[in-house]
T-cell receptor, first 114, second 115 residues
Framework: DQQVKQNSPSLSVQEGRISILNCDYTNSMFDYFLWYKKYPAEGPTFLIS???IKDKNEDGRFTVFLNKSAKHLSLHIVPSQPGDSAVYFCAASYNAGNNRKLIWGLGTSLGVNP | NAGVMQNPRHLVRRRGQEARLRCSPMKGHSHVYWYRQLPEEGLKFMVYLQKENIIDESGMPKERFSAEFPKEGPSILRIQQVVRGDSAAYFCASSPSGHGANVLTFGAGSRLTVL
């Protein structure tokens, strides 16, 4: 049972257009959400995050939106560039006693065409 | 300021052999996490360690797998009597404090192939 779901395994967009990557979650205890980007043969790198007390966080071309009532978050990349082609992982965390748990989605592979 | 260093990057073992994967966290980071990525799957948490302590090993298979993070030296993920199903990319990450809200810095991964 995936607590963090990225329902689109892949996405293809044209350079200059907007990329929208979606993530749904089921656990209402999640209070912090992160997006990581991963290139082939490399480890994931942190991209952007959002606390559950906010509904939007923006960093340059990247914006994350959080809809708590729908248990849904999305990552917007605008304008998309060929270098954005990578796998994007959504992750969510919550307090689990004396430890925080971080749960990952399966990833969405984004291809940006020149 | 080197990032998270993992070695070896690639490791080939025959069934029944042992695999040892090493991870040196970023300077100043005292928390280490091991993840596994099987082909066509996402990242699966295995174990979370601080120096000399295992904090959370809920994602680690009960048999054949062990992890340590000694006072001196890198963290080691050890897989005994490897089987083909252990073939995967193993990622190590580190953070200055605990999981979750703090950003994890990942290494480039160690790719294990079991023949």
């Amino acid at each position: 049972d995936q607590q963090v779901k990225q329902n689109s395994p892949s996405l293809s967009v044209q350079e200059g257009r907007i990329s929208i990557l979606n993530c749904d979650y089921t656990n209402s205890m999640f209070d912090y959400f992160l997006w990581y980007k991963k290139y082939p043969a490399e480890g994931p790198t942190f991209l952007i995050s959002i606390s559950s007390i906010k509904d939007k966080n923006e960093d340059g071309r990247f914006t994350v939106f959080l809809n708590k009532s729908a248990k849904h978050l999305s990552l917007h990349i605008v304008p998309s560039q060929p270098g954005d082609s990578a796998v994007y992982f959504c992750a969510a965390s919550y307090n689990a006693g004396n430890n925080r748990k971080l749960i990952w989605g399966l990833g969405t592979s984004l291809g940006v065409n020149p | 300021n080197a990032g998270v260093m993992q070695n070896p990057r690639h490791l080939v073992r025959r069934r029944g052999q042992e695999a040892r994967l090493r991870c040196s966290p970023m300077k100043g980071h005292s928390h280490v996490y091991w993840y596994r990525q099987l082909p066509e799957e996402g990242l699966k948490f295995m174990v979370y360690l601080q120096k000399e302590n295992i904090i959370d090993e809920s994602g680690m298979p009960k048999e054949r797998f062990s992890a340590e993070f000694p006072k001196e030296g890198p963290s080691i993920l050890r897989i005994q009597q490897v089987v083909r199903g252990d073939s995967a990319a193993y990622f190590c990450a580190s953070s200055p404090s605990g999981h979750g809200a703090n950003v994890l810095t990942f290494g480039a991964g160690s790719r294990l192939t079991v023949l």
